[in-house]
């Protein structure tokens, strides 16, 4: 069964930086079938898309509240990160990576897109 893990979590000050990973647990996985993407959920919301990379990796988009803030990437060894400077408390959710198989290059943006997803990890920003 696959399984998404992120990790990389923590608490961090106001203006500082943490990188998520999200690795993909099963050795047959084919991770270049699958666009890609990062989500959080703060307590008493929704959860909301923060970025997305397609399938090969060359096209990402981010939600206007990270832009120039948060980076998304991935490898060829079934990871994906997300770089994350100058965070704000705002920032503070449980952040989530999930996973769809397309033969698209598109970028998906919603939560109903996605069919796989990790467990989650808490980052929590002090001001």
């Known amino acids: 069964q696959v399984q998404l893990v992120e990790s990389g979590g923590g608490l961090v000050q106001a203006g500082g930086s943490l990188r998520l990973s999200c690795v993909v647990s099963?050795?047959?996985?084919?991770?270049?079938?699958?666009?890609m993407g990062w989500f959080r959920q703060a307590p008493g919301k929704e959860r909301e898309f923060v970025a997305g990379?397609?399938?090969?990796?060359?096209?990402t988009v981010s939600a206007d509240s990270v832009k120039g803030r948060f980076t998304i990437s991935r490898d060829n060894a079934k990871n994906m990160y997300l770089r994350m400077n100058s965070l704000k408390p705002e920032d503070t959710a449980v952040y989530y990576c999930?996973?769809?198989?397309?033969?698209?290059?598109?970028?998906?943006?919603?939560?109903?897109?996605?069919?796989?997803w990790g467990q989650g990890t808490q980052v929590t920003v002090s001001s």
């Open positions: 999930a996973a769809v198989l397309t033969y698209t290059r598109v970028v998906y943006r919603t939560v109903n897109d996605y069919n796989l």
């Open positions: 099963e050795h047959t996985f084919s991770f270049n079938n699958y666009a």
């Open positions: 990379i397609n399938q090969s990796g060359d096209t």
